[in-house]
Structure formats: C-alpha cells, structure tokens
C-alpha cells in the first residue's frame, strides 16, 4: 500500500507562484509514474502532469506547458509541481497520484485510471 500527502497548495494573485508537494510511504517502485491532476468546481478532474518515478521521463498537459515543472527527489520519496504564471483558471483541488506498477508507455501517464492510488488533495486559488 502507498499513501500520498499533498502539501504548498494556498491562495496567490494571479502571475504569483506555488510548489506543491506529494510525499509517498510505503512501498514504491522504479518506472511507476507519478501524476498531478486537478478538479475544479463543478468539473470533471483533469490531468496536469506526471512523472516517471526514478526514470525523470515528464509529460505535460498543454495547458501548463511552459508554466509548470514536475520533478522528483527519489531520496525524499516526494515529488513536486512547481507552478509559476498562474492564472484564475488554475484554480483547483490538485491531486497527486501514482500506479501499482510500472508503466513504460509514457501515453498512459494522461489517464486518471492508469492510477491506484490517490492523495487527498490540496487546494490552490488563484486570485485575479
């Protein structure tokens, strides 16, 4: 079992910056991708990010591209979003979330089911 704890989320005017955090335990494994999704009011959850936990491939949503940064600190068994430029449209219960095995087909790290398991979220309001 893997548990994950997302952390950074907080309320920034809008071109302002946040780095987020999502700390894994238990067991994890090489080539597992790690993910960000985000949720906002009233629509469905979206993708944001992802990481091959220890390989270093990235994939990002067009949205973000340019804007955010996803790396990992294998030590620490945490990864982080770090997003700069941000706009009202940011605004969103972000998601880290990672598979039970690894995946090397990098198509899959876009899909929330490719994932098992989830954090609880962390919210993050940009303000305009």
């Known amino acids: 079992q893997v548990q994950l704890v997302e952390s950074g989320g907080g309320l920034v005017q809008a071109g302002g910056s946040l780095r987020l955090s999502c700390a894994a335990s238990?067991?994890?494994?090489?080539?597992?991708?790690v993910g960000w999704f985000r949720q906002a009011p009233g629509k469905e959850r979206e993708f944001v990010a992802a990481?091959?936990?220890?390989?270093?491939?990235?994939v990002y949503a067009d949205s973000v591209k340019g804007r955010v940064t996803i790396s990992g600190d294998n030590a620490k068994n945490t990864v982080y979003l770090q997003m700069n430029s941000l706009k009202p449209e940011d605004t969103a219960v972000y998601y880290c979330?990672?598979?039970?095995?690894?995946?090397?087909?990098?198509?899959?790290?876009?899909?929330?089911?490719?994932?098992?398991?989830w954090g609880q979220g962390t919210q993050v309001t940009v303000s305009s």
């Open positions: 979330a990672t598979a039970r095995r690894p995946l090397f087909n990098r198509s899959y790290y876009y899909t929330a089911t490719t994932y098992d398991y």
């Open positions: 238990g067991r994890t494994f090489s080539s597992v991708p």
């Open positions: 990481i091959s936990w220890g390989g270093g491939t990235t």
